[in-house]
């Protein structure tokens, strides 16, 4: 080719590209403009539709100008149809049906409405229209219900993702299978959290670079042909435990390309094989909860690209300080592992680009290491339960950039040093031995929402700039020294959800006036020198489940109008000074949600409050059904566990958590008189009973036996007599009897539990025959007759029962907030705890925000 020619091609190209792009004023069709604008018309702009820090594509969009240009749109050059859009996180608010306008644009190639708000809409069948779809996009747009199988329709696929909230939408059988067979040309399939409950086929595109199905109920063997996708970069099989994952034991076929590979929380048991060491190229590896042991191969070490590491919630186990040959590594997690040894290696201050460590749960002994340095980018520190001593070094007090400080149940001792992070949102130092006071810098870090001191020996007062905290959730610095009073302000910390101030030297009146709408879900006081009433303010926080005032200086009469609190569950006000009746009310509703109620070792009097326990809705269910094991007051129980000092089976237990099963009610020592409410026998879910020490008579009312899940029963030392109901046989949960010091007569009952109480369960008494008690109780060998009389007092109640409604009154817990928080609760209380370890600080925030929202609305 001459140069003449050459020039004059250039220029033609020039003016050609100078004609096409700027002198035509509309490349868009008409019909596609006014397409789009329809489009962004069926929806409202709504900040809450996307997370923060997008913004609204659409809002330029305007009639004026050529659609071409506008934010997301892109048009074919030659033909200036509409091939891409792109409104991913646009805050679009709305519904999206078949009729949208969008399947007018039937040439668009590249398609992406992920993280929208479409509030639940189906996914039209029509999408499987757009057949030049090479990439679509749909993600987090709260789409719901079934994947069309039109969209196995769209063969140019490369690029498909449909990631939603857990389980909103999901696939009908074979149609997964379906959607992997005819896309061929896929590259990236992710499909996380959809409901596909399918085994993998044999067969799928082998072009896959990226796929993503983690969560999705897929079970069965995985098919070897994953690992030898020789293009395969990344692979996310997680959290499908019914997924058999076998490791391959020779080269991968993938191993040079692949540099993500998560799975977690799949079905792998073994060891880690050394296999692994082939996979050179790797940068992420997340093999959390897959129930291996053993020690790590050495051929791991040489994946030295390694930035990413999850090892969590394994039986793995060697020294961990051969870490350290990872020396590119920006998070790392050993979490509950048999790793043993020091943490010296961390001196050698390779680790710069750190920004996660958690090595919790193992036995990491000796002080953390004081000369470290050049930690600028480490953002979380999780170092709890382990055997660290010594103090903690100042290095960690300097911290810039730290977030998460957790270095919970060990034995560090010393003072807790001045911060200088200002980014600090979370910080638990609990369960040690720190003593000093609490630092003035921690109560100056205006982000921090969970500040865990508890259990230590930390002393001085509670300073009342602690208030400043405005964005605090969490507060529990209870188990130490602290001293002087509660510190007014706390009542207008309109956020805080957990205060625990617990055992320690508190004193004088609570003076703390709560302000309406606060958050408050549990209030712990108990074990302290408080004097004077319960604050009326109380009243005003609306989502309390536990109050724990228990073994102060109280001295009240009972707050009946704590009854009015809808989700009050716990309620301890044992070793106080309350006295006087506990008035009988046929208010409704009052404690429906009662599961625990303690007003042992108090002065009240009068007789035992027959109607308010015809109130305890939720103690008259036995709710085993479900499975899932349910805490009270454990919100965000990951850092914060409601725990309970409780008298049951005779002693003093302290639980650790509290089941929504754990039902009891305590009146012991108190000077209650009159007889025991037969109404009691209702209460089915009861597993501790105690009324013992006071001074009731009358008989024990046959009723009782209804309670079949009861364990635990002590009536001792009052003044009951008439026989034991024969029906109290029955009882077979029935652990602990306690029945000494009473005016008894009769036959002890036979058979089943009955047959384990020794002769203390029945000291005591006047006449009591049988066994175990050396009288002889006539040698009757069949079933005694039931011998308890019905007492005058029985009739008339039960009267009165038919009289008032006896509806089970299934209280509030039909609202969004609950269910948020039951989504956290069975998160925490099944065995996939890592999920949450595992879980992204921005997924966490995304959470607490949507909590939040939550609780707003209801
Ligand atoms: C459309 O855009 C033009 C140019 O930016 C502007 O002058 C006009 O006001 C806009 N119209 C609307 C309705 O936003
Ligand atoms: C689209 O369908 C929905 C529901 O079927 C209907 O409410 C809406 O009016 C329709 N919109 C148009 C533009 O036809
Ligand atoms: C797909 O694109 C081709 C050009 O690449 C076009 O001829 C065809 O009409 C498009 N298909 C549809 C359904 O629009
Ligand atoms: C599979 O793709 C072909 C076109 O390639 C299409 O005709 C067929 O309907 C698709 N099958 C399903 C189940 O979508
Ligand atoms: C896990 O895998 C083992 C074999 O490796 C198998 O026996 C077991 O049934 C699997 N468990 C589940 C839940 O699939
Ligand atoms: C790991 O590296 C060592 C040398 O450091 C080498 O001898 C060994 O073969 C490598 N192992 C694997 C599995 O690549
Ligand atoms: C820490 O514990 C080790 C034993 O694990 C002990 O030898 C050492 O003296 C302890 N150090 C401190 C400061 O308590
Ligand atoms: C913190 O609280 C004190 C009073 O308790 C107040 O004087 C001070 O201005 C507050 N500081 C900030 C930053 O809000
Ligand atoms: C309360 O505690 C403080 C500090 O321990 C003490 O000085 C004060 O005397 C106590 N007040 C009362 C009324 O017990
Ligand atoms: C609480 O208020 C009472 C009455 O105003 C006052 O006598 C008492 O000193 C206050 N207690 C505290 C701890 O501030
Ligand atoms: C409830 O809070 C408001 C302030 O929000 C306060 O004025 C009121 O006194 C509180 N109620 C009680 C019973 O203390």
Redesign the pocket.
Known sequence: MGIGKLAFFLLCAFLCQLVFSSSLPHLCPNDQALALLQFKNTFTINLDASYSGYYPKTAKWNKSTDCCSWDGVKCDEMTGQVIQLDLSRSQLRGEFHSNSSLFKL??L?RLDLSENDFSGSLISPKFG????LTHLDLSYSTFTGIIPAEISRLSKLHVLSIESDPYELRFKPHNFELLLKNLTRLRVLHLSSVNISSTIPLKFSSYLTNLGLSDTQIYGILPKGVFHLSNLESLDLSDNPQLTVRFPTTKWNSSASLTKLYLSGVNATGTIPESFGHLTSLHRLRIASCNLSGSIPKSLWNLTNIEVLDLGYNHLEGPISDFFRFGKIRSLSLRNNNFNGQLEFLSFNRWTQLGLLDCSVNSVTGPIPSNVSGMQNLYSLFLSSNLLNGTIPSWIFSLHSIGILDLSDNHLSGNIQEFYSESLYRVSLKQNQLQGPIPKSLLDLQGLQFLLLSRNNLSGQIASTICNLTKLLVLDLGSNNLEGTIPLCLGEMSGLWILDLSNNSLNRTINTTFSRGNQLIVIKFDGNKLEGKVPQSLINCTYLEVVDLGNNELSDTFPKWLGALPYLQILILRSNKFYGPIKDSRTDNLFAQIRVIDLSSNGFSGDLPARRFENFEAMKMIDESSGIREYVGNIYSYYYTNSLTVTTKGLDLELPRVLTTDMLIDLSRNRFEGHIPSIIGDLIGLRTLNLSDNRLEGIIPASLHQLSVLESLDLSSNKISGEIPQQLASLKSLEVLNLSHNHLVGCIPKGKQFDTFENSSYQGNDGLRGLPLSKDCGGNEGVPQATTPFGKDQEEEEGYSTMISWQAVLMGYGCGFVIGLSIIYIMLSTQYPTWFSRMDIKLEHKILMRMKRHKKRH
């Open positions: 039937s040439n190639k229209e757009l057949s030049n």
